[in-house]
């Protein structure tokens, strides 16, 4: 690796309290200068990617594979995110049984639970030390409506046949010693996520594709995917170089708007975090989390937090806005308002923080397609790949989606080609400017709806609407 300047060195490392931690110094790798011709092409080195090429690596030793990344290996979500490793798929299992019958809905929600444990597998098998602790998830239900809710989750669960072990109702006796928040009623627990530090993650996977043999390219953007028409193969244009390939895989969720002819396929919609420094036993005697349990409550608007292995707790949720025609600035990555009401509910959650130093705050785009249904695919005709429309839960989901990737691409008949996100086709976002009225609308009336909801303890009517409108 070629090493970055100071100037990169200090942005990147601003990326998140995970970039700030990492050891040593961030180097870069060269970009791509002359053209190069390989057997899969794939743009963006996140998880996605790098799952992609880790599993067809290790089909196959010989393949070639290069990955092309504008910036640098981790730079998107995946260096950036709150680390829950879970067994969470952005569409609900409900909406996957309508669509695609029980059955489907109970194999994705196992391949999910068994990705979870393939992250761990995959990391240890690397020698990825990126601090993962499987101790669950605890979700707190903070009023009438949240424990209505909580209670809805786990009968859902049930007529599934998802039993005690996958998700069970925490009385308030057994929640509080899971998580000792303020104002908990109870909770939902499910041993099915992992916390862990993602830019380790990320980092240490692109070291291990190229141990591998895998090509990466930094500072090198795709600045077009072409179709394979015929006897011509799909190729992808950067800057300097070409790159033709049998099969090119997009592999740049909350980036992809920026590709030609992708404007409207998914919508950049941000996540923004916090983190505290590290706190003291006395905090986490009262706090919980021994095993490094996941946390979040049963609110409309997402939060999720995690107790780092340092000890800190990282804290984020969605709330920042839609930013017009889907653009992306370094800058949106802070919203000031965002992050102090982020701190405002962390010691809402936990009163003995209101002196507790904020030490990081930052934020990144989530990829999010029109219906909220993740796919993975692959469309012989033109050798064009794809993974992505992950939501906020891409931490899992890009493992399976490179395991899946690698048997389309293969050809290989197996369960994971057969799981109901294999080849979906979402439907396209509005144009502008009804996209922006309509994500930030939905945006409002979900905090709108929260507050009703700790107000009467009744569950929001509004929110039921843009759930609806939203095709959850
Ligand atoms: C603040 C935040 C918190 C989150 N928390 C969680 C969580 O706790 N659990 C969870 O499961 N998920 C979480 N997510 C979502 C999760 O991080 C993502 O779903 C996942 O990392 C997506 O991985 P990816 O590789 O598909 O995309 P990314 O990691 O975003 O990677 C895309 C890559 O493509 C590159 N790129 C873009 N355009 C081009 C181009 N034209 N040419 C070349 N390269 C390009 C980008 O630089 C980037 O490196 C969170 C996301 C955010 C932002």
């Known amino acids: 690796m070629s090493e970055s300047g100071p100037a990169d060195e200090a942005r990147y490392r601003a990326l998140s309290l995970w970039w700030d931690g990492l050891p040593g110094r961030l180097g870069a790798r060269p970009s791509l200068g002359a053209d190069i011709d390989v057997d899969v092409a ?26 092309l990344e504008s910036e640098v290996a981790g730079f998107g979500a995946s260096g950036r995110n709150g680390g829950w490793c ?95 928040a303020h104002g908990v009623l109870g909770a939902t627990y499910t041993p099915h996520c992992a916390a862990l530090d993602p830019a380790r993650l990320v980092r240490g996977l692109a070291e291990a594709v190229e141990r591998r043999g895998g090509s990466l390219y930094e500072h090198t953007p795709a600045i077009a995917i072409e179709a394979g028409r015929g006897s011509n193969r799909p190729l992808v244009r950067t800057p300097n170089a070409t790159v033709r390939a049998d099969v090119v895989v997009r ?106 130093a904020i030490t990081h705050s930052w934020g990144g785009p989530l990829g999010v397609p029109r219906d909220w249904f993740s796919s993975v695919g692959i469309d012989r005709a033109s050798g064009l790949a794809w993974a992505g429309g992950y939501v906020g839960d891409g931490v899992a989901t890009t493992n399976l989606a490179g395991r899946t990737l690698a048997d389309l691409i293969l050809g290989r008949d197996t369960d994971l080609v057969a799981l109901p996100w294999v080849g979906h086709r979402s439907r396209r976002w509005e144009p502008e400017p009804l996209r922006w009225i309509g994500i930030n609308a939905a945006l409002w009336a979900t905090k709108v709806a929260d507050g009703g909801e700790s107000r009467t303890g009744k569950p929001s009517r509004l929110a039921a609407q843009v759930d609806r409108l939203l095709g959850h």
């Not at 909350?254 to 409207?264: M, V």
């Not at 946390?295 to 800190?312: N, W």
């Not at 969605?318 to 800058?331: K, L, M, N, Q």
């Open 251 to 356: 592999a740049t969720e909350g980036w992809t708007s920026t590709l030609p002819g992708e404007g409207r396929a998914l919508a950049p919609i941000y996540s923004l975090m916090i983190a505290t420094e590290p706190l003291p036993e006395s905090f986490w005697a009262e706090a919980g989390l021994v095993h490094r349990e996941t946390f979040s409550d049963h609110r409309h608007l997402i939060i999720y937090g995690q107790r780092t292995a340092d000890d800190r707790l990282a804290f984020g949720g969605r709330g920042a806005p839609y930013h017009f025609s889907s653009s992306i600035e370094d800058g949106f990555d802070r919203v000031p308002a965002v992050h102090a009401a982020l701190r405002d509910t962390l010691v809402e959650l936990f009163p003995q923080l209101a002196g507790a």
């Open 86 to 180: 879970s067994a969470l798929f952005a569409a609900s299992d409900a909406r996957i049984a309508r669509e695609h019958g029980a059955d489907a809905a109970r194999a994705m929600r196992r391949a999910m639970q068994a990705t979870v444990d393939e992250v761990a597998a995959a990391a240890a098998a690397d020698g990825i030390d990126c601090r993962l602790a499987k101790g669950g998830t605890v979700v707190a239900a903070r009023n009438a409506a949240q424990v209505r809710r909580a209670e809805e989750s786990v009968a859902e669960a049930r007529a599934l046949g998802f039993g005690e072990e996958d998700l069970r109702w925490l009385d308030r006796a057994e929640a509080e010693v899971r998580l000792g």
């Open 42 to 67: 794939i743009v963006g080195a996140g998880l996605t990617g790098l799952w992609t090429a880790r599993s067809l690596l290790a089909a196959d030793p010989g393949m070639r594979v290069a990955l």
